[in-house]
């Protein structure tokens, strides 16, 4: 009996970080479908929109974010299409993870030139999405 206590015990410890990431995410993700972000100033405005007038590469994101956990993956892409497309990715990243820390397997890390692709791609983002002609592509919806 001792023997199965100490192995469920190690694959507990093996998998609280990615686990742990993965409770707190969800929390975050039923916040945003129980207290919708569509309302007006629920969640405040974005410091770049305020201040400088343009939007970031996260505006709407937290639309999107509510939008792909009610299913709706259209209205996702119309308030952030990089986010639509990067999301589902980060959680089979973090499906990935955690199996394989579940497994007892080495940790693992990034290929060097992924956070170089990764900031490529927001920065021309971000600069695509200011664009006028590409705003109605690009662009946050504007609120309902």
């Known amino acids: 009996m001792s023997t199965g206590t100490a192995s469920s015990s190690h694959v ?6 990615p686990l742990a990431l993965g409770a707190a995410v969800t929390a975050g993700v039923v916040l945003l479908v129980v ?11 974005c410091p770049s929109v305020l201040f400088l007038g343009v939007s970031c590469p996260g505006c709407g994101g937290l ?8 299913g709706d993956v259209a209205g996702a892409w119309a308030a952030n299409p990089l986010w639509t497309v990067t999301a589902p ?9 955690t199996v394989r820390r579940l497994r007892g397997g080495p940790p693992t890390s ?6 170089w692709v990764a900031l490529g791609s ?6 695509l999405r200011n664009v006028p002609a ?11």
């Open 89 to 97: 990715l980060l959680v089979l990243a973090w499906i990935a993870w």
């Open 63 to 70: 639309r999107a974010t509510h939008d792909l956990a009610t």
């Open 35 to 45: 207290r919708t972000p569509y309302a007006p100033l629920s969640y405040g405005i």
């Open 134 to 144: 590409l705003v109605p592509y690009l662009g946050p919806a504007p609120l309902p």
């Open 12 to 17: 507990v410890r093996r998998g609280a970080v």
């Open 110 to 115: 990034a290929p060097a030139w992924l956070p």
């Open 122 to 127: 927001v920065v021309a983002f971000a600069v």
